[in-house]
């Protein structure tokens, strides 16, 4: 892999300071936050000067039942071709639940959920990385991801599962350091242990991020400074490799550009610290499992459930297809676990209910703060009073088509119950609704523009 430096996570609030940021050698875009057509002034500049520029999805669910969608999988190559990026991410996560495979509506996440470490997971997972990477014009590399809670009955640890898909589909790593400190803290699983078992071969590059602790859950919320520890993981990782690329994330309350730049001066001096080489380490030795049988000419295909007992491919790029039963079974038990975070169905059995409840919280206040963002005028116009009637809608209704039309499905539900008391208020609301519900935007009224200048002002 060719090496990629040290890179900052490209966002708008933070595009100037990223331009003028001293030692920046790459950054990361959100794949779904940019419009191939209409790039960003600032992501054109900073790739005229020959920064790498690399998209980062978030919306595939590799790790979920159904096969990847089409359309989703199109227009992510459409924004790694133009980008001119050299690889394209993705996380080992499911961010849906349901539909055809459990002929039951689906259900969105709106975040990104950890999978089972099964070997009906890894089937899927990895039939389901084959399918994308088909689909892309550049190698894929896969993130390891935060999580609040574990599944019951695991039949690998996460090194051994991360090694398996690397090793049957060929794709890359992108190993996220923080996400190993989460889930340090959250799931007792030792960041040494799962370094020492991943094919640090196969890394693309590093993940760096900031993260709050609260009644002993570690929040992986990209909207605090580097703590310690995650910089500890990170001198351990790069005491074992040299890893290609280091990046830093910062999504939420951005610092000022000077802190900024101390923390990338914090993470170099955390790789130079491991005294590393830039040489690619030699291949690893696969970790031992109770079901990982000798290496052997491993099927590209199996019949029925065959699949799941056959044992891990071990040539690398070779997937076992993954069995329809084992795609009913992931499904089945996705969707149960995604109905309880998000609809209040009961909590499956063998899950703990402490650290569901705070996923289900955590789910439902991202769902407020990117529907605010999304559609900002709602805070203006519910002042204070958002967030509550925002969670309290949640609650009762899942999300269903992205974001925006959360939005609007958020505010038809408060006019039907005759929110906000305020008239004023209502009536604002109800103009706002009307002006982005329907297939087109409805024509605007003298009213209607008058709205939109007091929600512009206050805003």
């Known amino acids: 892999m060719e090496r990629l430096g040290t890179g900052i996570g490209w966002r708008p609030e933070i595009a100037d300071a990223v331009e003028n940021m001293p030692g920046i050698d790459w950054v990361e875009v ?10 960003p002034e600032s992501l054109v500049r900073l790739r005229e000067r020959g920064v790498t520029v690399i998209p980062h999805g978030v919306s595939l669910g590799l790790g979920g039942a159904e096969p990847p969608d089409a359309g989703r999988l199109a227009a992510l190559a459409e924004r790694v071709e133009a980008l001119g990026a050299p690889l394209v991410t ?18 969105e996440a709106g975040h990104l959920l950890p999978v089972p470490r099964t070997r009906d997971a890894l089937d899927v ?44 589909t060929g794709a890359r790593l992108l190993v996220d350091v923080a996400n190993l400190h989460t889930n340090h803290v959250n799931r007792g699983e030792d960041p040494a242990e799962a370094l020492g078992e991943l094919p640090l071969e196969a890394l693309a590059y590093v993940h760096v991020a900031g993260g709050f602790e609260r009644d002993g859950v570690w929040h992986d919320s990209h909207a605090h400074p580097v703590p310690r520890p995650v910089l500890d993981i990170l001198s351990d990782l790069a005491s074992r490799v040299a890893p290609p690329g280091v990046l830093l994330e910062r999504d939420e309350n951005f610092p000022e550009p000077a802190e900024l730049t101390a923390e990338l001066e914090a993470v170099r001096r955390a790789v130079d610290a491991a005294g590393h080489s830039w040489q690619t380490p030699p ?22 459930d065959q699949a799941s007992a056959a044992g891990p491919a071990r040539a690398r790029g070779v997937a076992v297809l993954a069995p329809p039963r084992a795609r009913q079974r992931l499904g089945v038990a996705q969707a149960a676990v995604l109905s309880c975070l998000v609809a209040g169905t009961p909590v499956p059995e063998g899950f703990d209910r402490v650290r ?7 789910l439902a206040a991202k769902r407020a703060g990117v529907v605010a ?7 203006v116009i ?11 809608y949640a609650r009762e209704r899942p999300m269903r088509g992205g974001y925006r039309q959360d939005a609007l499905d958020f505010a038809a539900q408060l006019l039907k119950a005759g929110r906000p008391t305020d008239a004023r208020a209502r009536r604002r609301l109800h103009t706002w609704w009307l002006d982005r519900s329907g297939p087109a935007p409805r024509p605007r009224s003298l009213a209607a523009r008058a709205a939109r200048r007091v929600l512009q002002r206050r805003g």
């Not at 409840?357 to 955590?362: F, G, N, S, W």
């Not at 963002?373 to 805070?379: H, R, T, W």
């Open 283 to 304: 291949p690893t030795s696969p970790p031992t499992t109770a079901s990982t049988t000798p290496p052997a000419k491993a099927p590209t295909t199996a019949p029925a």
């Open 356 to 362: 569901m409840r705070v996923q289900a919280r955590a």
């Open 373 to 379: 963002k999304v559609a900002p005028e709602l805070p």
């Open 30 to 39: 959100v794949a779904e936050n940019v419009c191939p057509g209409r790039l």
């Open 90 to 107: 993705e996380h080992i996560a499911f961010v849906r639940a349901g539909g055809a495979v459990t002929a039951s509506p689906q259900l």
């Open 382 to 392: 519910l002042d204070d009073g958002y967030r509550e009637l925002f969670l309290a």
């Open 125 to 168: 997972l990895c039939e389901n990385v084959r399918i994308a990477q088909d689909a892309l014009p550049v190698p894929l590399a896969l993130e390891n991801i935060a999580a609040l809670f574990s599944w019951p009955d695991e039949e690998m640890t996460e090194g051994q599962f991360l090694y398996e898909l690397a090793e049957r």
